[in-house]
Nanobody
Framework: QVQLVESGGGLVQPGGSLTLSCAAS????????AAWYRQAPGKERELVAQ???????KYINSVKGRFTISKNNAKNVVYLEMSSLKPEDTAVYYC???????WGHGTQVTVSS
């Protein structure tokens, strides 16, 4: 089972930007889909963005136009570029490979002034 490690979270002011990274332990992203989920305090975990093996992407409505998911197959990394961040984006963000039910430990994103 692939191991996933997220990084790049932190504290940012509203309107700011962050880029999250998800490093995999094997060359998997060229073969299967990956996704970013997030879980805010007191809320259920929700799907944020997906990227499929061929590069097709999907987003939830609340992040469309602000977030971009991408990947570098050679480096085994998936990214989530986040801009125009809002306080409601505050959550722990998780990287996952759904087909293997593999999850990282998450990285905290806090949007606050």
């Amino acid at each position: 089972q692939v191991q996933l490690v997220e990084s790049g979270g932190g504290l940012v002011q509203p309107g700011g930007s962050l880029t999250l990274s998800c490093a995999a332990s094997s060359s998997i992203f060229s073969q299967v889909a990956a996704a970013w989920y997030r879980q805010a305090p007191g809320k259920e975990r929700e799907l944020v963005a997906q990227i499929f093996s061929g590069g097709t992407t999907k987003y939830i409505n609340s992040v469309k136009g602000r977030f971009t998911i991408s990947k570098n197959n050679a480096k085994n990394v998936v990214y989530l570029e986040m801009s125009s961040l809002k306080p409601e984006d505050t959550a722990v963000y998780y990287c996952t490979v759904p087909s293997q039910d593999s999850w990282g430990h998450g990285t905290q994103v806090t949007v606050s002034s």
